[in-house]
């Protein structure tokens, strides 16, 4: 069995002083050793979106993301979105105003990926839009409200 | 959201009552999103117990074999292993949806009957470790020859998969269902037809994966967090398989991340950990990896209709025969639902006045299909609805006018005996028409063209026992309302629409309404979330606890101001009197507090449709619902004649759902319907390797769900009746707007290529194909 390291990882600004195994990825670690729940495991095989996370601003699946390769990068999770005061980021307010959240369960990946998608691009047309949340699989909405909800968004 | 024209029986125009409304018809956002949105809503899979054992399930490489042997050994000396468990451990009880279809026990016992099936379970300190010792169990199995099709699996001489007297031929549930006189009706048809369509399965594939964590305490509680739709039910399975009382059990249902029916059969997960936790003392917690939540569960039913139609010169229909015949697997699960739910939607929308079904449920060696979002209704509606464009080109009629002529109205005399007190089913043919435009663009071909597709789905389904639900409704000191409900939110809503309801029946404002559901020792009996009967079960169960407690703070005001109770009112947080504001809801409830009245201040509601027992849903003709959601699809689509694939430019949905409590969410339930049955039309597609019944589709890879860059232009008009059964007015839209969509898109697909494809899923291969059969035989025509 390969040796455990400790590792410091950076979520939401906070510094994590953690023991893993070189194999844990970073969905299992932001989980389960650091409680950041809000990260949703779907397929745990990198093909449905659920675990999206930004690390350095990238959009990325924390289910195929080793741990060890997050060391002295900032990660993002959905519980790091909101201001400190419980303000909802103007994505989260669209969110829920435009009723793009049914069974939630896709909402955290789906809200990270929105976030890189308009960082990159602020005002992204309806085909970019979807391009951009292609990865993140939702089974509820049939992704109207989610794409209404991004467009309001970016028209601010 | 537009709105449509105004049916059914109340003579008070919908808008006048509207304006009335504080609360209901207005597109509140969820009580549940802010949780949602910010990572706080919590999962079966989030939640860690202290002292948490982690269970996995051993499950059959074989479609069909018998156990001969398990060997246990090297796997409980594993340092780490707590207990291993197989089906000799338990107590040989079956457990199933349907009390006389119960065919299904906790581990196989004996016999395995598809690859996946659940063989023996471990729990162990951590995952890893659980996973380990499942590859140490030895287990050795005698094979038997297996079976994947129904056509295979009815054979004289085909493998018994399940043994007994009542099951002949595989097939498990059989059914007839008839009115009128067929072989009369055929005799007085200008025209018969005859036609064959074909189905597939689908994976329900909720986001979240099933979950379950058990806790045994000392005291001999069972504490059960399951992603459930059906909490009160797996209560029942889980203590009757376990032997203990239904006291014991305590079922809580955390928030569940989508079902669409895949979630209302107990599994292994659940009865394993129970179990576990009963024996190692310690809790045990199961969660299916994405292979097991898409194999290892329920799907939807493949199936085989044979639709043989008399109609008249004018385009009325006469007569119909349907053979249906359901592709099970291994488990009954829901059988007898299917086929007959399937059966009932064959007998609306439209006016059949003589009609016989027969059909079947045949067992099959592969995973159990079960109830998904329409539930047989989608299986039939395609077939009837393809026929129907079919039959109005036989009589050179236009596919809308044959619809119309056949459109079964709300107060008609049913040949069934479904009682329609609201009905928009014609006013939704004519408005999805209208906005596909289809007078303009209706058999224009050029490898473009729209189609229709009609259904009606039941708000619930009532002739069976105990469908009933219960509400209890608390007033808090602070003028905050607390309402216990069983009913079980899995994603649609439905805690947030009973906010609405006891917020508008109570007159107080949404944000003091708080909702608690779903727990079994805290909440009133609820039959759980299925046939899209919660809205108008739970929530006017919802709706009788607020008048109760109304009533009550009622009297004490009017013994204080003075004045008949009756000439009083709650709304916006106010007592009213005669249109005059008397006091705050706050001062109302000291009033009641002080007023020495010996009971708490709790308002009580339960309701259940008139009920036959025992179950009448099979054998008698008579009303299965309180109410019916119609509704028409419009689909537009292109074809490109070169690769056969499909684009699908709009749907709309023109959809009587009642009075929508919350437009939004009615329109988000429909949207959503619309998906799924697109990628059940188009691409969705459980494929097995049919040598050994093995799944090759385990995985968001191998299984293509519809991602954004499917999602169509769509378009939603609620048709608004004011249904008479429902609170407010509500009916169903949950399941309903699944049922048409592939008939929508495949009447659209065969106006733009002039060729009819009469089994699902429509591929780009199919397509070519026809294409090519159709330019082969246009040559030798010439």
Redesign the interface.
């Known amino acids: 069995m390969a040796t455990k390291q400790i590792i410091v990882l950076n979520v939401n600004g906070d510094d994590h002083e953690i023991l893993v195994k070189p194999q844990q990825t970073l969905l299992e670690v932001l989980?389960e050793t650091l409680g950041?729940?809000?990260?949703?495991?779907?397929?745990?095989?990198g093909?449905?979106g659920?675990c999206t996370v930004l690390v350095n601003n990238k959009p990325t699946l924390a289910c195929s993301t080793l741990a060890v390769a997050a060391v002295g990068k900032e990660i993002m999770?959905?519980?790091g979105?909101?201001g400190q005061d419980g303000t909802?980021h103007p994505i989260?307010k669209s969110?829920?105003?435009?009723?793009a959240?049914?069974?939630?369960?896709?909402?955290?990946g789906m809200?990270m990926s929105t976030k890189s998608l308009l960082d990159r691009n602020p005002n992204p047309s309806e085909e970019e839009?979807?391009?951009g949340?292609?990865?993140?699989?939702?089974?509820?909405?049939?992704?109207?409200?989610?794409?209404k909800a991004v467009k309001a968004v970016a028209a601010g | 959201m537009q709105r449509g024209k105004v049916t059914g029986v109340t003579d008070k125009p919908s808008e006048e009552i509207m304006e009335g409304y504080s609360v209901i018809g207005k597109?509140v956002?969820?009580t549940?999103?802010?949780?949602?949105?910010?990572?706080?809503?919590?999962?079966t899979?989030?939640i860690k117990l202290p002292n948490m054992l982690y269970g996995k399930i051993l499950r059959s490489p074989h479609a069909h074999a018998r156990i001969v042997s398990i060997n246990t050994e090297k796997a409980e000396k594993l340092p780490g292993v707590k207990m291993v468990m197989t089906g000799k451990d338990i107590l040989p009880v079956k457990y199933g949806i349907v009390p006389f279809a119960q065919d299904e026990y906790g581990l196989a016992i004996d016999k395995v009957r598809y690859v996946g099936d659940d063989v023996a379970a471990v729990a162990a300190v951590d995952e890893a470790t659980a996973a380990e010792a499942l590859e140490l169990i030895e287990v050795v199995y005698e094979p038997l020859p297996a079976v994947f099709t129904v056509e295979d699996a009815m054979k004289d001489g085909a493998p018994e998969i399940h043994e007994g007297p009542k099951v002949k031929n595989n097939v498990s549930i059989q059914y007839r269902k008839e009115f009128g006189s067929i072989d009369k009706g055929f005799e007085e048809s200008f025209h018969i037809r005859e036609d064959v369509f074909k189905t597939h399965g689908q994976y329900?594939?909720?986001?979240?994966?099933h979950a379950a964590i058990a806790m045994y305490e000392p005291s001999g509680k069972l504490t059960l967090w399951s992603s459930t739709q059906i909490p009160f039910f797996l209560r029942h399975n889980l203590a009757s398989t376990l032997g203990i009382t239904e006291d014991r059990v305590r079922v809580i249902k955390p928030?569940?991340?989508?079902g669409?029916g895949v979630k209302i059969d107990m599994f292994s997960k659940d009865f394993c950990a129970a179990f576990m936790s009963m024996k190692t003392g310690r809790p045990v917690k199961m969660v299916y990896?994405?292979e097991e939540a898409l194999t290892c569960v329920r799907g939807r039913h493949p199936s085989i209709v044979k639709v043989r139609t008399g109609v008249a010169k004018d385009g009325r229909i006469i007569s119909q025969y349907i053979d249906l015949t359901v592709d099970g697997g291994a488990y009954n699960s829901t059988a007898p639902l299917i086929i007959t739910l399937s059966g009932y939607f064959a007998m609306i929308p439209y006016n059949i006045p003589n009609l016989v079904l027969d059909a079947k449920h045949v067992y099959t060696n592969k995973y159990a299909n079960g109830a998904m979002r329409g539930h047989g209704a989608p299986q039939m509606r395609f077939a009837v609805e393809s026929q129907m464009d079919i039959l109005a080109a036989d009589l050179g009629m236009d596919a809308l006018e044959i619809r119309r002529i056949n459109a079964l109205e709300a107060g008609c005399d049913h040949p069934a005996k479904m009682i329609l007190r609201s009905c928009g089913f014609k006013e939704s043919l004519d408005l999805a028409a209208n906005a596909i435009g289809w007078k303009e663009k209706r058999g224009k071909g050029n490898f473009r063209g729209v189609g229709l597709g009609g259904s009606g789905w039941a708000s619930g389904v009532n002739n069976m026992s105990h469908i009933g639900g219960g509400a209890v409704v608390k007033l808090e000191k602070t003028g905050g309302v607390t309402v216990l409900t069983g009913a079980a939110d899995?994603?649609?809503?439905a805690e947030s629409v009973i906010a609405q309801i006891v917020a508008e029946e109570l007159g107080v404002s949404f944000a003091k309404v708080r909702v608690i559901a779903a727990d079994t020792d805290v909440c009133p009996l609820d039959s759980g979330t299925f046939g899209s009967g919660v809205t108008v079960r739970s929530g006017k169960a919802a709706q009788l606890a607020a008048r109760d407690i109304k009533k009550q703070i009622l009297t004490v005001v009017a013994k204080n101001i003075g004045g008949d109770p009756e000439h009083l009112t709650i709304k916006d947080d106010y007592i009213w009197q005669n249109g005059q504001k008397k006091m705050d809801i706050n001062k109302a409830v000291k009033l009641v507090q002080y007023a020495d009245i010996q009971v708490p201040m709790i308002g009580r509601g339960y309701y259940q449709l008139p009920a036959k027992e025992p179950t009448t849903l099979l054998r008698d003709n008579g009303d299965i619902s309180g109410s019916y959601s119609f509704g028409t699809q419009a689909a537009e689509v292109e074809v490109d004649p070169k690769s056969g694939r499909v684009k699908i430019i709009k749907i709309v949905t023109a959809d009587d759902a009642g009075r929508a409590l919350n437009p939004?969410?009615v329109?988000?339930q429909v949207?959503?319907?619309?998906?799924?049955g697109l990628g059940h039309t188009l691409f969705e597609d459980p494929d097995f390797d049919m040598t050994n019944g093995q799944a090759r589709s385990t995985?968001?890879?191998d299984y293509k769900?519809?991602?954004?860059?499917d999602?169509p232009d769509?378009e939603v008009i609620h048709i608004e009746t004011d249904d008479p059964v429902g609170p407010f007015g509500a009916k169903e839209c949950g399941e309903g707007a699944t049922i048409y969509t592939a008939p929508a898109i495949v009447n659209a697909i065969t106006d733009a290529i002039g060729v009819r494809i009469n089994d699902l899923p429509i591929t780009p291969e199919k397509i070519l194909r026809a294409l090519e059969e159709k330019n082969n035989k246009g040559r030798k025509e010439a």
């Open positions: 989980r950041f729940t809000g990260t949703k495991q779907g397929c745990n095989e093909s449905c659920a999770t959905i519980e979105l909101a909802l989260q969110f829920v105003e435009n009723g959240i049914q069974c939630g369960f896709c909402t955290p809200v839009i979807k391009e949340l292609s990865g993140n699989l939702c089974r509820c909405t049939g992704y109207a409200k989610i794409i | 597109s956002p969820r549940d999103a802010w949780d949602k949105v910010i990572g706080r809503a919590v999962y899979e989030d329900h594939a909720p986001l979240e994966p928030v569940v991340g989508g669409f990896d994405r899995i994603g649609q809503g939004d969410q329109e988000g949207e959503g319907a619309v998906m799924t995985s968001f890879t769900l519809p991602t954004a860059l999602a769509q």
